[in-house]
């Protein structure tokens, strides 16, 4: 078992900046970010794969997040950069131990962190 701890979330204006960290537990291979706003589905936003050497972004936020990991801390952090108020959700880490490459699909993680909340003003 993994476990997954999330930190960084909070509020911000349109156009600031917040860091998200995730630690893990033990080792992971791919991991990804996924979020969640109210009464909207859960929605995948960026993912790398264990080498870091590869990332993916979903188009809602490629060119202002970045996704990247430590894995002697066992650690994958997602810089966000001018937010937007649509950016306003729960933040979801999340982290495979069985791929190794780049994953968008949430059935392929088998750990989730406890979420979160990110909230962006107008």
């Known amino acids: 078992q993994v476990q997954l701890v999330e930190s960084g979330g909070g509020l911000v204006q349109a156009g600031g900046s917040l860091r998200l960290s995730c630690v893990a537990s033990?080792?992971?291979?791919?991991m990804g970010w996924f979020r969640q706003a109210p009464g909207k589905e859960r929605e995948f936003v960026a993912t790398?794969?264990?080498?870091?050497?590869?990332?993916y972004y979903a188009d809602s936020v490629k060119g202002r997040f970045t996704i990247s990991r430590v894995n002697t801390k066992n650690t994958v952090s997602l810089q966000m950069n001018s937010l937007k108020p649509e950016d306003t959700a729960v933040y979801y880490c999340?982290?495979?131990?069985?791929?190794?490459?780049?994953?968008?699909?949430?059935?392929?993680?088998?750990?989730w962190g406890q979420g979160t909340q990110v909230t962006v003003s107008s």
């Open positions: 999340a982290a495979s131990t069985t791929i190794t490459g780049w994953s968008m699909l949430p059935d392929e993680y088998a750990y």
């Open positions: 033990g080792r992971t291979f791919t």
């Open positions: 790398i794969s264990w080498s870091g050497l590869s990332t």
